[in-house]
């Protein structure tokens, strides 16, 4: 155990995976690791790339990776979705190809799972990040799927988060008024090179108009990723956008909100977990199988197992 | 109380309302509600109509709702999504209005926010839908957005799941492979007037052909919602659905898997309460604060935050 440690602060990238699959798996030298790596980790800074299926993220994490490179960063990638093109080691576009990065020793690329049992973001995406973090990446770049729930969930894990939109799905304009629009750090209209890319960057700046005042306005860029084009002014936005975040004091706010969060989100699954191993199976059947009879409500059969657990 | 539960019962909508209203405040009074109509609740066949922004999701369930009340049944409506046109009463499309559908008292509507404090879908949307079915409507729609996790919580409030896909966006075929397919039990071709809709159409049933053998493959039908076209087909695919659920025992296997989901659910809920209750404010921050200054790891934290409650 420690020895693995110390492999892993020489920057054995086996050691790495070996450490990753630990915290994944939720085991107790998986909680031990972090016990031990966690005050290493704070130093990254971590990019939520989200957007739609089809709308080029995985090709855009790869081509944003690739930037941060010839600027001398390393990176680590978690891609959290079982389709990404990073899971399968597939092409990810005409200029940058899987095989480029993983070659690349500045760069890791670790894909998981996105869903712990009870449904959620696995809680252990944030304890990938901040493995990745203590081994030292300068980004950890979280790439995820979702037009909904999952990109709220990325934001908060986090400190930048990039929504990738593209042309060609002009009404989405509406559904994104809701909310998603209020996490997103910076905007791209990636696939810039397909008709009708303008006219989405001019409408997505009219809805920031309708921001509160005083509050910040993310950038909308404009990138193809596939021939590598919009990722230097991408990396400076994210930079930028870092910046804003140390002098205005979000920084700090935010992750004591992240903190916050996470602490109580383990937490429940801790006592979920406490409340099966007090419970014979039998009996949650036996009350399971009242609620799908409809002879007992679901709130009471979940009041009579919390009650096992007394303050 | 028992006056609003008599009012209920007698078909009254405004009661119908308040005890919505209560439920989803998750009041005293609300879970007083739920044990008194869950046991009337179990009848009522439900739908999850799910698919991406600018997919014409919220359309196509106001035209398949008006298509089930063509038959003579009554419809209840709960739009899991801030943006939905539902939600501010706006026009759905050429045929179908908003307006139409209020006004029939053989219809209601209700929309809710989409997630609960700590993130996942709001546990009171399958309480709102049990207490729309104890009122007596004969289907609850239940429409969400999402590309992603969502589509998997809804799969599991409601009993038939549609997916909504429309032409135009030919990359998303690779993205959906992944699972959300597997969660899909009948698949819509919406816009069905697009170009492209045949060969959307054509992907997806070459998709399905690789389901497992002996498993149920999803019918895939195309509609366009605006003009009111295929919404009779899609109806009859639902019953279908509902017919093959209760023929093969699957409606009683899948009644106790979201049960038990359910319970546990609402349980860990309970249990966050319980110990948010029994720590002090001061100590709950002076935890998240050593964990966001990486002086301590979150799973210790949360563990010295579990420790409180004990079976």
Redesign the interface.
Known sequence: MDSLIERFLEGDRRALARVISRVENETAEG?EC??AL?????RAHSIGVTG???S?KSTLTGALAAAFRRRGHTVGIVAV???SPFTHGAILGDRIRMQDLTLDPGVYVRSMA??GA????APTI??VV?VMDAFGFDYVIIE???????E??IA?TALTTVLVNNP?????I??????ILEIADVLVVNKADHPGADVLVSQLQALLTLSPAGSRRPPVLKTTATRGEGLDALADAIDEHRAYLESSGEL?RQ??I???????????????E?????TPEEE?ES???Q??A??????????S??A????
Do not use: C, N
């Not at 966690?38 to 704070?42: E, I, L, N, Q, T």
């Not at 995820?144 to 999952?150: N, P, R, S």
């Not at 509406?174 to 909310?179: E, S």
């Open positions: 909680r972090l016990r966690y005050p290493r980790s704070g739609g299926a089809g080029g979705d079982p389709s996105s869903r009870l449904g959620g973001l944030d304890d901040a995820t799927v979702g037009a909904g729930q999952d709220v969930e908060g060609g799905t002009g009404d989405d509406q559904a994104m008024k809701a909310g700090e992750r004591a992240d903190s916050r969060h996470q602490v109580l989100s383990i937490a429940r699954a801790i006592l979920l406490r409340i099966r191993q007090a949650l009350l399971v199988q609620v799908a409809r002879r007992l409500d679901p709130h009471s059969a979940a009041e197992l919390a096992r657990l007394r303050a």
